[in-house]
């Protein structure tokens, strides 16, 4: 059985190479060609890892009749359902080891995921966030210069973030607090905060008061502000907003990541709409509002645009992994592959996903593109849950 130590070293040595892989500007190099033959040795060496000690895993690989000594490619490796979660320990941590578990949005214990990470795992997991996460919401950091775009920046000991969330202690298994909770750690100014919180039902709320204060703190003081919420936390505050009949004119360089929400806590709004309002209510440019694609299953996210940078049209956007990671569309009928441009099941195969499974099936519909992946929603026997509850 692949013990400790091993799972360490692969880890180390994974971590070097996703480094080394982020020097430079992302705009330097695709993602998703990046170093094709090191990503391909470095998933079947993991495959191999986890095959000998994840049983319900190698179990099911078995059933398939794919064992680490006949798959040859990376996309052979057999994908795990995002379901699987709910039901199975999809881990190689024994019980001790369990420090930390991540559960999905699901409104009852029975219907959340779980996936299980140690301090070495976790580790990896905010490393990896990070790593992706700067080049597309603060491109102004990367390469040799590292010029802030916003002096006020440099003068300031961070970037002052709102986070429309529960802070990490109100929402210890969420993995998204978890990465945001790590980017403030790691660029937030000293006044930096969560206006969220988890109301008596168990659901995430903000606190309109607090966030509107905040806003207007950076409004008076000219400090560009970055925002990172859900979609549902967002469109509270538009909604806000708009019954108290109120504007904000956030300086030139904020920016706001959107990503998923609680499911079905959203009406139904396309992005063209939500965009505009948000540019109308709180002054930030489309160019600097960026989708962000995640899950709990998964420890890569996907980014739909770089801060800043002039963007394609709404419909037009499309998602970029990194380099430690991969996706491929398959058809829901016959499990192949489905061809550049038609819509199937979106799988991701993560190599920062070292101590449960690489190659996860999620429940996402969406396409490949030439230049990156295109979601369309969710499959339609898969609950609602994410950025599905906006209509493209």
């Given amino acids: 059985m692949a013990g400790q130590s091993s799972f360490s070293n692969f880890i180390e040595r994974l971590r070097q190479w996703m480094r080394q892989e982020m020097q430079g500007s992302i705009q330097d190099k695709p993602a998703a060609s990046t170093r094709e033959e090191d990503f391909n ?11 000998d000690a994840v049983p319900a895993y190698r179990e099911f690989c078995k059933r398939r009749r794919r064992v680490p000594e006949s798959v040859p490619h990376w996309s052979e490796i057999p994908t795990v359902s995002t379901n699987a979660f709910k039901t199975l320990p999809i881990t190689s941590l024994p019980s001790a080891e369990r420090e930390t578990a991540f559960h999905s949005s699901g409104t009852t214990s029975n219907d959340q995921s779980v996936h299980w990470h140690d301090a070495e795992s976790l580790r990896l997991y905010e490393e990896a966030c990070r790593l992706w996460f700067r080049p597309h919401m603060l491109p ?25 969330m529960p802070d990490q202690g109100s929402a210890p298994h969420s993995s998204l607090v978890r990465m945001v909770e790590s980017i403030r750690q790691s660029w937030g100014a000293p006044d930096s905060i969560a206006t969220g919180y988890v109301d008596e039902t168990g659901l995430w709320n903000i606190d309109c008061g607090k966030t509107v204060e905040f806003l207007r703190a950076a409004e008076t003081t000219g400090e560009s502000t970055m925002i990172l919420a859900t979609a549902f936390s967002l469109v509270q505050l538009v909604d806000h907003l708009s019954e108290t009949k109120q504007r904000i004119a956030l300086p030139i360089g904020s920016r706001i990541m959107e990503t998923g929400g609680y499911k079905g806590r959203v009406r139904n709004l396309s992005k063209q709409v939500f965009y505009r309002a948000i540019h109308r209510l709180l002054g930030v440019e489309e160019s600097r509002i960026i989708c962000e694609y995640g899950m709990s299953e998964l420890s890569a996210q996907a980014y739909d645009h770089v801060a800043g940078t002039t963007p394609p049209p709404l419909s037009e956007r499309l998602f970029q992994w990194p380099p430690w990671a991969r996706a491929r569309i398959v058809s829901p009928e016959t499990g192949g592959p489905s061809p550049h441009g038609e819509t199937g099941l979106v799988e991701v195969f993560d190599l920062a996903n070292v101590r449960s499974v690489m190659a996860i099936q999620t429940q996402d519909i969406g396409a490949m ?24």
Avoid at 43 to 51: R, T
Avoid at 140 to 164: C, D, F, H, K, Y
Avoid at 372 to 390: I, N, T, V, W
């Fill in 41 to 51: 040795a470095l998933a079947l060496e993991l495959f191999a890892l986890q095959f």
């Fill in 140 to 164: 102004e950091t990367v390469g040799e210069n590292r010029q802030w775009e916003m002096a006020a920046w440099q003068e300031r000991s961070g970037i002052p973030i709102l986070l429309l």
């Fill in 369 to 392: 593109e030439e230049k990156g992946m295109r979601l369309s929603g969710r499959a339609s026997d898969a609950e609602p849950k994410g950025c599905s509850l906006m209509s493209p």
